[in-house]
Nanobody, 121 residues
């Protein structure tokens, strides 16, 4: 599975931004897709995940109600719509893919290259 993430940038607090992750390679129907992020000096953390098969989703408490993860099966692309952005959302955002338990464990085998999101106050 190859993953390419797009869409990061510099925004102001309260703004919105949409990240995209284009997937290719192996059949994705068995996989979950997820977004993780890593802020400077901090450990990587889970942000959101979505199933390719039934679109079930899950979010970190820190982004619940502000971020929406979705997918477009025809384009093999997963999106992360981020709203009401806060300075603490500043991080490198990575998309990832793997089986459910690998995503939940935070150890997926397939990663995109990361895209920087910077939120100014």
């Amino acid at each position: 599975v190859q993953l390419q993430a797009f869409g990061g940038g510099l925004v102001q607090a309260g703004d919105s931004l949409r990240l995209s992750c284009a997937a290719s390679g192996r059949t994705l129907s068995m996989y979950y897709m997820a977004w993780f992020r890593q802020a400077p000096g901090k450990e990587r953390e889970f942000v959101a995940r979505i199933s390719w098969s039934d679109s079930s989703t899950n979010y970190a408490d820190s982004v619940k109600g502000r971020f929406i993860i979705s997918r477009d099966n025809a384009k093999n692309t997963v999106y992360l719509q981020m709203g009401s952005l806060k300075p603490e959302d500043t991080a490198v955002y990575y998309c990832a893919a793997d089986l459910y338990w690998k995503i939940v464990a935070g150890t997926p085998n397939y990663w995109g290259q990361g895209t920087q999101v910077t939120v100014s106050s």
